[in-house]
């Protein structure tokens, strides 16, 4: 049926059928997108009464004192707006509503909490201007928001970071990973402080590394999301990376004991040792201390494995040369 009525409908020349099928496909999507969009004008320009709910976050806190629980996290408003306002982003891109808590009304509390409630409906004008919404609030829930407060704990605590990152020959650390700053002070309620010992950085994973990164990080999204403050929550985190050779040190062999007279044969052993570049003209042999103890070998002689007692911190020992000696106990 469809196909005949076409057929009836468009004229018999087939290419003409084509031009005049055309034109009027164009005729009528013209006809349809100018009705949709009259349809919309007319529905946005329409009053809407819907619910938006905003997470609070509270400023003016009493001094001293820290929220330790909150009836209610957020907000819903009843707000009534056009389509228009809707359609183009009432709010932006707010993701919180901040509220002073400074017309706290306090409670009668035999215990060591404060407790403290706050009326929304006489903050209207405020939020009203916070969700730049000077028109058309016409509701706030919940009527009232309960807290409990503590005493503040203030404790300086020490910054780890969580830097995942590996490392392969020849490269290697230079001395150790520098974190700034080292520690923070962090300021909480009793109940959280009391089980927080370190501040966490937010984990990375930065892969293989083969010179020296310095990346900036910051405090951990578990440790942000609980009622904290902290002095700073943004750190630097050095990682001294360098490239290792190796390199040989002759030591000569001592007592450990002054009182014991030894004779040493070698009198001196060889250190093979893995050192930075950077660090290669600070290799010297009065940096290194090789001691035997008398008491290890027999009454008058006797072999014996050195002791390195002492050697740079930036140096890894990999062998001595040779690993034993054999010790004369002079009389």
Known sequence: MPKVFLQNWLPKDSRFRDIQFRRRLSVFIICLLFSAFVWLVIHLSHDYVIPVSFPVKYSGLPKGQVISGTSDTAITFRVKAKGFQLLGGLFGNRDTVSISLSQLRYLRNPGKR??????????????????????????????????????????????????????????????????????????????????????????????????????????????KRAPLDFSTSNFKVLIPIDKFTESAVSVKVTSANDSCRIKVFPESITLHCLVAFSNYKKLDPSLFKVVVDCQSANATSGIVKPIISQIPSYVKLLRTEPPTVEVLILK
């Open 114 to 223: 404060v407790k403290a409630y706050l009326l929304t409906n006489n903050l209207r004008e405020i939020i009203a201007r916070e969700i730049n919404l000077n028109e058309g609030l016409i509701h706030i829930s919940p009527d009232t928001l309960f807290f409990e407060f503590d005493k503040m704990v203030v404790k300086r605590l020490p910054v780890i970071p969580l830097i995942r990152y590996t490392v392969t020959a020849p490269y290697g650390i230079v001395d150790s990973i520098h974190i700034s700053p080292p520690s923070i002070l962090v300021s909480g309620p009793p109940s959280i402080m009391d089980t927080i010992h370190a501040v966490y950085s937010q984990p990375m994973d930065i892969g293989e590394i083969t010179s020296t990164q310095q990346i900036s990080t910051s405090v951990s999204k578990t440790l």
